[in-house]
């Protein structure tokens, strides 16, 4: 039984090891003093770090990285609450096939799925267009959205809501009193989700930028692939800074692993 329980803890260490070596590699490189990346580094600076602020390209492409990630994860808690919430307590026909429907983007690779798109938003002249690359966003938000607020309305009691409303409560102040704050974590995880979704997405938001248009990890892709310096280093190390604090965020609020959880259907 012990050798069991060591063959697990060493299974899971490695794999752990495995996951975090690009942070492991990536932020220690970005502190280099050398005029390439290095590891281990090469000195000690902060020098590309300061640089960043010289490349205006990428402080563009940051802002825009945030501010779709924003509109993203408020349009996909908008849609996908509402739709949690209708598939939860209502009895709709083929309930399990909407639900599908609903979350194929998590199963769908997501090439495929920027392809997709693309054919699809070309001619009603939607791609590479700031519009069309927020539709996608949303796209690929919303069903981590219901994924988070089905799981979160998997336990909740209904009967608190019919005691609401016998007691005079409209429908809406039902809803803002009783549902909202209970399933409130839910929500939040979701949104919390949804904007790091967003804020890291490479492979749709190839097919649907424009060569004005950039966002972060598109412009460190650009750059890698016309050289690989240091400063491209520091911007991803940013990037998995901002990643990691919003996964401890997240677990903290909802916990990570309940996303395949079960859901109520």
Sequence with gaps: MRIGRNIRLLVT?????YILIPMLVTIPA????????????????FQWYTKLLDRPEFIEAFFNSVKFALLASFFGVLFGTLGAIAIAKYEIPGKS???????????????????ALLIYFTPLMLAGTQ???????IIICVPYVIRFVLTGLSGFDYTLERAAMILGANPLKVFW???????????LSGALFSFLIS??????????????????????FSNMQDAYSPIVASVSSVVIIISVLLILILEKLHGVGRLVGGAHE
């Design 30 to 45: 970005s502190f280099t003093s050398a005029s390439y990346p290095s590891f281990p580094p090469e000195g000690l600076s």
């Design 97 to 115: 096939f909407l639900v599908s429907v609903l979350t194929a983007p998590l199963t769908v690779p997501q090439l495929v799925l920027g392809v």
């Design 199 to 220: 804020f890291d997405n490479v492979t749709v938001s190839l097919f649907m930028v424009s060569s004005g248009m950039r966002t972060l990890p598109l412009e460190i």
């Design 177 to 187: 009193r009783i549902t909202l704050p209970l399933i409130r974590p839910a929500i």
């Design 13 to 17: 260490g490695l794999s752990l090891l």
């Design 131 to 137: 519009t069309g690359l927020l539709i996608a966003h």
